[in-house]
């Protein structure tokens, strides 16, 4: 099973700040990976597929990349509704697997 | 409007059964691959289960393997899982959600239900 770990554990940053966040793989997943915001009380949403692609309805500001064991989320210019918690997710080797998230609280 | 509504989470006792449902609208859920994903209190997302979209292939997390059951009705547009031997680990919210299909399937989920909380504790 394939072990993403995700840094910082914490973000703490001001809106209108860019936001860079972390997610390294025990092994190279290519660029099968996922990025998701979740916000308390709910449901996780699909913010970048495939490494880089953005899914439907997400803002520009959310981009990513990398491809092999690290990856970056970057928001370029941190939104009050930004400030979550943001898990990536690995489809490279059976069973999918997600790391533990990072926080992104408000300084 | 594309929505996945959860249902038959509670608190039950270890070593007893629950069968939690998801209801699909607004997309053809019978051609869809569907996930069960877990997070238990405070903590992060565990992938459990999918389904084919016409019911011949499954999968599970070995944590739930030979426990679980992933089925689906797509007459009725529902998801079930069949929760057995349930321990206190098994407590979390239970979300389904549709696979992301983008040129062949991604193995990433774009529609989640809101949850359902099981609680297994004596």
């Known amino acids: 099973e394939i072990v993403l770990t995700q840094s910082p554990a914490t973000l703490s940053l001001s809106p209108g700040e860019r936001a860079t966040l972390s997610c390294r793989a025990s092994q190279s997943v290519s660029n099968y990976l996922a990025w998701y915001q979740q916000k308390p009380g709910q449901a996780p949403r699909l913010l970048i597929y495939d490494a880089s692609n953005r899914a439907t309805g997400i803002p520009a500001r959310f981009s990513g990349s990398g491809s092999g064991t690290d990856f970056t989320l970057t928001i370029s210019s941190l939104e009050p509704e930004d400030f979550a918690v943001y898990y990536c997710q690995q489809r490279s080797n059976w069973p999918p697997t997600f790391g533990q998230g990072t926080r992104v609280e408000i300084k | 409007e594309v929505q996945l509504v959860e249902s038959g989470g509670g608190l039950v006792q270890p070593g007893e059964s629950l069968r939690l449902s998801c209801a699909a609208s607004?997309?053809?859920?019978?051609?869809?691959?569907m996930h069960w994903v877990r997070q238990a209190p405070g903590k992060g997302l565990v992938w459990v289960s999918r389904i084919k979209g016409d019911g011949s292939s499954t999968g599970y997390a070995d944590s739930v393997k030979g426990r679980f059951t992933i089925s689906r009705d797509n007459a009725k547009n529902t998801l079930y899982l069949q929760m057995n031997s349930l321990r206190a680990e098994d407590t979390a919210v239970y979300y389904c959600?549709?696979?992301?299909?983008?040129?062949?399937?991604?193995?990433?989920?774009?529609?989640w239900g809101q949850g359902t909380m099981v609680t297994v504790s004596s």
């Open positions: 959600a549709r696979e992301q299909y983008v040129n062949g399937w991604t193995d990433s989920f774009d529609i």
């Open positions: 607004g997309f053809t859920f019978s051609t869809y691959w």
